[in-house]
């Protein structure tokens, strides 16, 4: 013998609701708008809005500092001099650490010409970017 059990009834609707809500009838007082904030809702005007045509959204991004790490390689950027945007083009010139490089090898002995390979190696010599319009120097990357 099975009992069959009646469905729950549905919860009872809450006072003064129509089903489906009618958008015309008048709203209970707690869905009232805010008064005397100095907002203004629902109105011509609002938000800057200033009728029926198509609003235009205005996104103020952050400018980003972009920090450009000058090394061997050359680098886009602008033109100090010439506030051209360009690709830099790079040349070595002897810098510190080949002057160092020099007295190691003198000292420990290579003085007969040996120590004078730093200064025919782009890898111990410093790297200076310019600017190809103007031949300006952009920056300068030392190797000390």
Same mark, same amino acid.
């Given at each position: 013998?099975?009992?069959? $059990?009646?469905?729950?009834?549905?919860?009872?609707?809450? %006072?003064?609701?129509?089903?489906? %809500?009618?958008?015309?009838?008048? $709203?209970?007082?707690?869905?009232?708008?805010?008064?005397?904030? =100095?907002?203004?809702?629902?109105?011509?005007?609002?938000?800057?809005?200033?009728?029926?045509?198509?609003?235009?959204?205005?996104?103020?991004?952050?400018?980003?500092?972009?920090?450009?790490?000058?090394?061997?390689?050359?680098?886009?950027?602008?033109?100090?001099?010439?506030?051209?945007?360009? *690709?830099?083009?790079?040349?070595?010139?002897?810098? *510190?650490?080949?002057?160092?490089?020099?007295?190691?090898?003198?000292?420990?002995?290579?003085?007969? =010409?040996?120590?004078?390979?730093?200064?025919?190696?782009?890898?111990?010599?410093?790297?200076?970017?310019?600017?190809?319009?103007?031949?300006?120097?952009?920056?300068?990357?030392?190797?000390?």
């Amino acid at each position: 013998m099975s009992v069959q $059990q009646e469905p729950p009834p549905p919860y009872p609707p809450p %006072p003064n609701a129509a089903y489906p %809500p009618n958008p015309n009838a008048p $709203q209970p007082a707690y869905y009232s708008q805010p008064q005397g904030h =100095g907002y203004s809702y629902n109105q011509p005007g609002a938000y800057g809005h200033q009728g029926g045509g198509a609003t235009t959204v205005v996104v103020h991004q952050p400018t980003v500092a972009v920090v450009q790490s000058f090394r061997q390689v050359p680098v886009r950027t602008r033109c100090p001099a010439c506030q051209a945007e360009i *690709t830099t083009s790079t040349h070595y010139e002897v810098g *510190t650490l080949t002057w160092i490089i020099c007295v190691i090898v003198c000292l420990i002995g290579c003085y007969l =010409g040996c120590c004078l390979i730093p200064f025919c190696v782009d890898g111990c010599k410093d790297v200076v970017h310019s600017c190809p319009n103007c031949r300006t120097q952009v920056a300068r990357w030392s190797r000390m």
